[in-house]
């Protein structure tokens, strides 16, 4: 696979973290102030997203965020959401898809439903309370370790390489793809698309969308027509 970085400096246990902000793929437009905001205060200190940001001159941070200085668009590399008591993950954290490392630890929170981390590809560094595995099962990470009172989930494999199994659940025309810790997806192959990617060739847009117009003015006359008539009835 490809190489990583060393992690964050004087961090214990971040050996995976990856560093510097040309190994993170992923721009994402900077989310709602909600996101950043969901708890008081700045970056906490001692937290591993406040240590990376820390150890970046290419970062800065916006309440709980950190971000890629300068980036165009702007890159959400870390989200610090320890010590906010959250029971639950907040419904605004699908915002901070992009993050590569994320911090949750000292939260009561509950054992995470799967899913709860769909989409996070790029995410390479997940701090969680101690009482919780990580998501995906410790298949899912290169290295999981404990330090005090939380778990630490380092550099997130790709499950589609890790076993012929997870490709054989994908149909034919398709190949499987990472959707998150242990989590996966199947994409069409070129040019299939459709059901099961049996369909071949592009997606008919103007059929599709004649179709669809010549539906809605039709629905649109009629109840023009019905509306009218029950006006002229006395």
């Given at each position: 696979?490809?190489?990583?970085e060393?992690?964050?400096?004087g961090?214990?246990?971040?050996?995976?973290?990856?560093?510097?902000?040309r190994?993170?793929?992923?721009?994402a437009?900077r989310p709602?102030?909600?996101?950043c905001?969901?708890?008081?205060?700045?970056?906490?200190?001692?937290s591993?997203?406040?240590?990376?940001?820390?150890s970046?001159a290419?970062t800065?941070?916006?309440g709980?965020?950190?971000?890629?200085?300068?980036?165009?668009?702007?890159?959400l590399?870390?989200?610090d959401?320890?010590?906010c008591?959250?029971?639950?993950l907040?419904?605004?954290?699908?915002?901070a898809v992009?993050?590569?490392?994320?911090?949750?630890t000292?939260?009561?929170?509950?054992?995470?439903p799967?899913?709860?981390?769909?989409?996070?590809?790029h995410l390479q560094c997940?701090?969680?309370?101690l009482a919780l595995?990580c998501?995906?099962?410790?298949s899912?990470?290169?290295?999981?370790?404990?330090?005090?009172s939380?778990?630490?989930?380092?550099g997130q494999?790709?499950?589609?390489?890790?076993s012929?199994?997870?490709a054989?659940l994908?149909?034919?025309?398709?190949?499987?793809?990472?959707d998150?810790?242990?989590?996966?997806?199947?994409?069409c192959?070129?040019?299939?698309?459709?059901?099961k990617?049996?369909?071949?060739?592009?997606?008919?847009?103007l059929?599709f969308?004649?179709?669809?117009?010549a539906?809605?003015?039709?629905?649109?006359?009629?109840?023009?027509g019905t509306?009218?008539?029950k006006?002229?009835?006395?």
């Open positions: 696979g490809n190489p990583r060393v992690g964050v400096p961090v214990p246990g971040v050996g995976g973290c990856p560093r510097g902000c190994r993170c793929p992923g721009p437009e709602p102030p909600q996101v905001g969901r708890c008081p205060g700045p970056l906490r200190n001692g591993i997203v406040a240590r990376f940001c820390a970046q290419s800065e941070s916006e709980r965020c950190c971000w890629e200085r300068g980036a165009r668009p702007e890159r590399l870390g989200l959401l320890s010590n008591s959250l029971p639950s907040p419904p605004g954290l699908a915002e992009a993050a590569i490392i994320l911090d949750l000292e939260n009561p929170l509950t054992p995470l799967n899913g709860s981390f769909l989409g996070f590809t997940l701090a969680v309370p595995e998501p995906g099962g410790s899912a990470w290169e290295e999981v370790t404990t330090h005090g939380s778990r630490l989930c380092q494999r790709n499950l589609c390489n890790s012929m199994e997870l054989w994908c149909p034919e025309n398709a190949a499987c793809a990472p998150g810790p242990g989590l996966i997806q199947c994409l192959d070129s040019p299939f698309h459709g059901y990617c049996l369909r071949k060739g592009t997606f008919p847009v059929l969308c004649g179709i669809l117009g539906i809605t003015l039709s629905l649109s006359l009629l109840l023009w509306q009218r008539r006006a002229k009835t006395p």
